[in-house]
């Protein structure tokens, strides 16, 4: 066993830790939470949070306590925002694996690691420095600390001390008090719907479910008033006021560029989460437990497997269907489905090789896998013809801007693209021939393969059509004293990477109308898309320095 967990650590440094800095943080969520972290170190403030050094309310402050740490030990660069979900990603391979082993067996534990390294958005997402990887974290394992205590509730009948019959249920609350510090009161809506559900599936009876709840809830209350409520009592209502009218906002309106139709969710978790997804299909509903597994497996660890499974089911769509109602669509707001697709996947497999149980899942895995692996291999081809994609964006000026950057593409970094068509063929062998362990082998270890060669690979050469041009522009400023304001589109890069400091003047000095009919008394550049100037070539002082790849850049000289 202490092997496993040497290899699981050694395996998770191999595949999350390298290459975090190998291309610039994306806007907008990855800057803007390291931005906040980086304006955390500069002004000493690591109580409140800011954006452009005004309080920014729409995230507690866990997530970038964790980043700031990292800036403070490693530096202000990528490769440090990026670091704590590096280390979710290890916390994520030893937590799964020792569940998987107490509820089935090592293999099973191995099955559920190997399902987090080899799906597509769950390695991903490591690999990032976006809040959501904990997040989900926090929340799952809140979530099985309540479990864990009503299994232990039911089963141990000898006598117990106060910690040693509630320290679940007391941990579970206090990991989903963090899940709120990390990202706010979703965390503790979403638990609480997966325990009212499960509890109605049992018609609400359950000895001890209720005040269960309570205490739970008090703990998880209790951890998140660390924060919530010292905010309150030293700045008073406000901060906290505008946080929870911005969360109440988010779920009821569509964020600008974020909508998208009601099934988009189930298109991310099926696609994104390949190839565990496909495995997953077949245990997303009812009890798929067999009878040799029954009869074959100690009673007490079966109900909890069983059990176990019921309530994945029940996160599974909870998470799917709140977050298809919730207007605004983005593609991590669903990743705490990862934890349950993954398991229930690994479930598949597990009943697979164990008990010689074969869904019927071919299809789907060689569309699913087929298909991204041709578009993936054929990027260095489109690259190297862009006349080919140009006509489908002909209505779009700036992405046909974008696509004049000098991206040099080459024919060997389709390779993970080949990489997946050919695992994803393989794998559909080893499953015809009923070889589930080396079918979940092939499998997982393409996948894994596959994300890091597209992000080493691929998400450079995409970066360089997005935003490079941009991002160049700001760090070549961020030694000069001067204000920097994009126009007409919204961002947070000019902030982190032109290294802006606090004003040490007037603090509206950089708002727009200030900087247009203003006195700033410094250079002032402005940057604007190609096809929303917003009027910057007939400002009075204003003039264009240049155009590259869709963005244009003006600097507006002191009088």
Not at 349 to 354: C, D, E, M, T
């Amino acid at each position: 066993m202490r092997r496993d967990y040497l290899l699981l650590i050694g395996l998770g440094l191999l595949l999350f830790f390298p290459f975090l800095g190998a291309v610039h943080l994306f806007d907008w969520d990855e800057i803007n939470f390291a931005e906040c972290s980086r304006e955390m170190l500069l002004t000493g403030d690591w109580f409140r949070p800011q954006i452009d050094f005004e309080p920014f309310w729409e995230k507690p402050p866990f997530f970038l306590w964790m980043q700031a740490l990292s800036m403070k030990m490693f530096g202000v660069n990528e490769w440090a925002a990026r670091l704590p979900n590096a280390l979710c990603g290890l916390a994520t391979l030893l937590l799964v694996y020792r569940l998987g082993t107490r509820l089935h067996d090592r293999l099973f534990g191995w099955l559920w690691a190997l399902a987090w390294m080899g799906s597509i958005l769950p390695h991903m997402y490591f690999k990032s420095g976006i809040i959501d990887p904990w997040f989900n974290f926090f929340i799952f394992c809140g979530l099985y600390g309540f479990i864990e205590f009503r299994w232990q509730f039911f089963c141990v009948k000898t006598p117990r001390s106060f910690w040693a019959k509630y320290k679940y249920l007391l941990t579970g609350g206090v990991m989903l008090g963090l899940g709120i510090l990390t990202k706010g009161p979703t965390a503790y809506l979403i638990v609480m719907l997966v325990l009212v559900l499960y509890w109605a599936r049992y018609r609400f009876k359950g000895r001890g479910y209720l005040k269960h709840m309570v205490i739970f809830s008090l703990a998880a209350s209790l951890a998140a008033l660390a924060w919530f409520g010292l905010e309150v009592l030293i700045h008073g209502p406000w901060f906290v006021q505008e946080f929870i009218t911005y969360q109440i906002r988010l779920f009821t309106t569509q964020d600008a560029g974020h909508g998208g139709f009601f099934g988009y969710h189930a298109v991310v978790l099926l696609l994104g989460c390949f190839p565990v997804s496909v495995f997953a299909v077949p245990n997303l509903w009812g009890d798929r437990q067999s009878e040799d597994e029954m009869l074959e497996s100690d009673t007490l660890a079966s109900c909890e497997r069983s059990d176990f499974g019921t309530w994945m089911q029940i996160l599974f769509w909870v998470v799917l269907v709140l977050f298809s109602i919730v207007q605004t669509k983005i593609v991590h707001y669903s990743s705490l489905c990862y934890f349950p697709l993954t398991y229930l996947g690994s479930v598949t497999l597990w009943r697979a090789i164990r008990w010689n149980v074969y869904p019927k899942v071919s299809g789907i895995l060689l569309a699913i896998g087929i298909l991204p692996g041709i578009a993936v291999a054929a990027l260095p081809y489109l690259g190297q013809h862009l006349d080919l994609i140009k006509p489908l964006f002909a209505k779009d000026p700036f992405a046909i801007a974008n696509l004049e950057a000098g991206v040099v593409w080459k024919a060997w970094q389709g390779l993970p693209g080949v990489l997946l068509i050919l695992s994803t063929l393989a794998a559909l062998y080893f499953w015809w021939k009923k070889k589930g362990w080396m079918t979940a082998q092939v499998a997982f270890v393409g996948g894994a393969a596959f994300t890091s060669m597209t992000l080493l690979f691929i998400v450079c050469n995409i970066e360089g059509y997005s935003q490079r041009a941009a991002i160049e522009f700001y760090e070549s400023k961020s030694t000069e004293d001067c204000f920097i304001k994009p126009v007409g589109f919204k961002s947070y890069a000019h902030l982190y990477y032109s290294c802006k400091r606090p004003l040490t003047g007037d603090v509206h000095i950089d708002d727009m109308d200030s900087l247009v009919h203003g006195h700033p008394g410094r250079n002032v550049y402005f940057v604007a898309k190609v096809n929303r100037l917003e009027g910057l070539p007939e400002m009075p002082g204003c003039h264009e320095l240049y155009r590259k790849n869709g963005f244009v850049f003006f600097e507006k000289k002191p009088r």
